[in-house]
Structures are given as C-alpha cells and as structure tokens.
C-alpha cells in the first residue's frame, strides 16, 4: 500500500518564526490535503490541493502540490501561539476502489514558544 | 450548528461487552467515513460508505461492523471489546468519494 512519510516529526519555534513541514509518498496522489489537529479535537481541513504544481494559500498557510504528484509541502508564516498542534498531510489517489481512501502521514508536533 | 457530530465523546467499558458509536452529518454528503486514530496519533481508515454502500473496507476484525441507516448517518458497532480496541474513533464525511473530508470532534474509547 501506499506509504507516506511526513516530516519533521516535532517542532519547536519562537512566536514570530516561519514553519516549513512536507510529506513524500511512494506513490502518485491526484489530491493532496492538510489538516491540523488540536488535542481533543478531531482533524480540521486546512488547505485542499487537487492539482500539480498548484500553491494554495489560506492566510498565513500555504501549501503546494508537488510536480511529480509525489509531495506536498505546507508552510506557515509568521507563527502565532495558537498554531499550537498536531499537522498531518493526507493523499487520495481517487481512482477506484480502495485507492478512494486517504492515506495519512504521522504527524508534524509543532509547539510555538511566546 | 455541527457539521460532523458523535456520540458518545468518551466511552468507558470492559472488555468483552459490545457497544455502538453513532455518527451524523448534516452537509448534505453522501460518503462517510470511519477512522482510527491510535496512541501515537496515527489514523487510520476503517470503513467507507458511499450512498449506503459500502465501498472500503480495510483490514478490520469482524468483530467491527458499520451500518449506515442513510447518507447522513454511520454507525459503528463493536462487538467482544478487547484492550488493543482502546483508541479515538473519528467520522467523517466528504461531498463525493473524492477530496475533502470533514471529521468529527471523535470517540474516545478505553476498554479495561
């Protein structure tokens, strides 16, 4: 099955920095999403991508869809404490049958000191 | 007004006894979802249906068994808990089989 490797595993950052985290698959996603998790909470969409090459912003988030349809990456700038949680990237490959199913990364900690 | 909702949010019980997750969304989707999230946050798909239909069915004890009544609606029934079924069990909900799906706040189950 698909393999999706999501990185880095943790973050700590100052308030004010810029974050940067990305996942690789082993194999080629026609939609690439990004969802952000609070503790206690369930996953929360951040950022849909559906095309190559496509860069999505959504306020100070953006994420691309990487070329070769085997990345994604998401950054976040100008970080605030409330970035506060869990990030995880998701692939769909959408072409029938299981290949329906997303398929998630570990997880990128990020923790912002104040 | 909720989008994905669960029920119940925590879920305490012994092992060997049954019990039921349910799930409702009112988007107006007409594919659900049941995922697993385990200790070390990793989630994992269990179950879809699509217009009632089951169309995923990834490697799940039988002991689990969805049953969605209707497009707004999957439930999750778990039969002779065991210990390893302790996790946060999570529904969601997308437009069609394709893109974004939209989680609910979770189950968290604890079977002692």
């Known amino acids: 099955g698909q393999q999706l490797n999501q990185s880095p595993q943790s973050m700590f950052i100052q308030e004010g920095e810029d974050v940067s985290m990305n996942c690789t698959s082993s194999?080629?996603?026609?939609?690439w999403l990004w969802y952000k998790q609070d503790p206690g909470e369930g996953p929360v969409l951040l950022i849909a991508?559906?095309?190559?090459?496509e860069l999505t912003s959504n306020g100070r988030l953006t994420a691309q869809f990487g070329i070769t349809r085997k990345d994604s990456f998401l950054n976040i700038s100008a970080s605030i404490p409330s970035d506060v949680g869990i990030y995880f990237c998701?692939?769909?490959?959408?072409?029938?049958?299981?290949?329906?199913?997303?398929?998630f990364g570990k997880g990128t900690l990020l923790t912002v000191n104040p | 007004d909720t989008a994905v909702s669960q029920t119940p949010k925590y879920l305490v019980t012994q092992m060997g006894n049954d019990k039921s997750i349910k799930c409702e969304q009112n988007?107006?989707?007409?594919?659900m979802y049941w995922y697993k999230q385990d200790s070390k946050k990793f989630l994992k798909i269990m179950f879809s249906?699509?217009?009632?239909?089951?169309?995923i069915n990834e490697t799940v004890p039988n002991r689990f068994s969805p049953k969605s009544p209707d497009k707004a609606h999957l439930n999750l029934h778990i039969n002779s808990l065991e210990l390893g079924d302790s996790a946060v069990y999570f529904c969601?909900?997308?437009?069609?089989?394709?893109?974004?799906?939209?989680f609910g706040p979770g189950t968290r189950l604890t079977v002692t």
């Open positions: 969601a909900s997308s437009q069609s089989r394709v893109g974004e799906q939209y």
């Open positions: 194999s080629i996603f026609n939609t």
């Open positions: 991508l559906y095309k190559a090459g």
């Open positions: 998701a692939g769909q490959e959408g072409s029938g049958g299981s290949n329906y199913k997303l398929t």
């Open positions: 988007l107006g989707h007409d594919t």
């Open positions: 249906y699509n217009n009632k239909e089951l169309i």
